[in-house]
């Protein structure tokens, strides 16, 4: 399979921005992803980037896509405690197999 | 309604038993998938289904096989279960074939199965 790398925790204080990074190998990604994991509950998709686009911005997520370097982040503006849980990024091949992340724990400091 | 369901939440079990857990999806989607996270929140493939060809990641051992009753249905079934097996698994769907034209490929994941084997 393909590696997807992320660091695996972040700490950031309430209001400030949140920003969570992931690299990946496979050059033929068609699309890439970011999950959101609560304690206790299933991955849920927060948005995500067609490989051809270089960013794409939602209310307070932007998606920042580097494919040279083959780099993908996610920022969150304005942090909020609920913000706190597991993001996952993840990668579709042409072959339409999922590559998840390791994930990265975010923990929001009030 | 929920979109992917498992069942059960939660099983508890001993070493050497067999288990099912049962996963529907009434999405209308045509690819279904078992992906077991570990004590690290580690997530990985264990099988993809589509009506056509079922794809298992080649480090799943063969206690595990997956049964599909019908396009909306992809159940896990677990031989000797071993401590190692213990794990929260999610089932997920997807439509990764064109719908008018566009491939969408989103994953939606069940709440999650967690197996503690005793």
């Known amino acids: 399979g393909e590696d997807v790398e992320q660091s695996l925790f972040l700490s950031v204080r309430e209001g400030d921005s949140s920003v969570i990074n992931c690299t990946y190998t496979?050059?033929?990604?068609?699309?890439l992803y970011w999950y959101k994991q609560e304690p206790g509950a299933g991955l849920q998709l927060l948005t995500y980037?067609?490989?051809?686009?270089d960013m794409k911005q939602d209310q307070r997520l932007t998606v920042l896509l580097n494919k040279k370097d083959k780099h993908l982040s996610l920022r969150i503006a304005d942090t909020q405690t609920g913000d706190s849980a597991i993001y996952f990024c993840?990668?579709?091949?042409?072959?339409?197999?999922?590559?998840f992340g390791t994930g990265t724990s975010l923990t929001v400091i009030p | 309604d929920t979109a992917v369901s498992q069942t059960p939440k939660y099983l508890v079990t001993q070493m050497g038993n067999d288990k099912s857990i049962k996963c529907e999806q009434n999405?209308?989607?045509?690819?279904m998938y078992w992906y077991k996270q570990d004590s690290k929140k580690f997530l990985k493939i264990m099988f993809s289904?589509?009506?056509?060809?079922?794809?298992i990641n080649e480090t799943v051992p063969n206690r595990f096989s997956p049964k599909s009753p019908d396009k909306a249905h992809l159940n896990l079934h677990i031989n000797s279960l071993e401590l190692g097996d213990s794990a929260v698994y999610f089932c997920?769907?997807?439509?990764?074939?064109?719908?008018?034209?566009?491939?969408?490929?989103?994953?939606?994941f069940g709440e999650g199965s967690r197996l503690t084997v005793l």
């Open positions: 997920a769907s997807s439509q990764v074939g064109p719908v008018g034209g566009k491939i969408t490929g989103e994953l939606f």
């Open positions: 496979d050059s033929s990604s068609t699309y």
């Open positions: 980037i067609f490989s051809n686009m």
């Open positions: 993840a990668e579709m091949d042409t072959g339409n197999q999922f590559y």
């Open positions: 999405l209308g989607h045509d690819t």
């Open positions: 289904y589509n009506n056509k060809e079922l794809i």
